[in-house]
């Protein structure tokens, strides 16, 4: 059974950090891709950063490159999303999701190709 389950949200002042984790099980991640979307309030949900667990390769949205950071750590079947210098418009639910590949979180469905979710995590970043 496919369990992702996050934690590490909150709320946080602009420029401030947080870190996201979400610890994974029931599946192998060196054959899935795995990572964060996001959703606000009356927006539409959007793929924010991608591992492939097939090479460690990273993928990121425009808008977060160069301050997140996704990582993972096989030992504790956990991947992160190191968020630094954050915006008021990082405020949203995160969630972590598995795919096949990660051209799946840049494509015009965010929902399409996704296998599973996680229940997601309320992050807030006040100005």
């Known amino acids: 059974q496919v369990q992702l389950a996050e934690s590490g949200g909150g709320l946080v002042h602009a420029g401030g950090s947080l870190r996201l984790s979400c610890a994974h099980s029931?599946?192998?991640?060196?054959?899935?891709?795995i990572g964060w979307f996001r959703q606000a309030p009356g927006k539409e949900r959007e793929g924010v950063s991608c591992?492939?667990?097939?090479?460690?390769?990273?993928y990121y949205a425009d808008s977060v490159k160069g301050r997140f950071t996704m990582s993972r750590d096989n030992a504790k079947n956990t991947v992160y999303l190191q968020m630094d210098t954050l915006k008021p418009e990082d405020t949203a639910t995160y969630y972590c999701a598995i795919a096949g590949w990660c051209s799946t979180w840049f494509s015009t469905d965010p929902y399409y190709g996704i296998d599973y979710w996680g229940k997601g995590i309320q992050v807030t970043v006040s100005s």
């Open positions: 029931g599946f192998g991640l060196d054959y899935y891709a």
């Open positions: 591992l492939s667990g097939r090479d460690d390769s990273t």
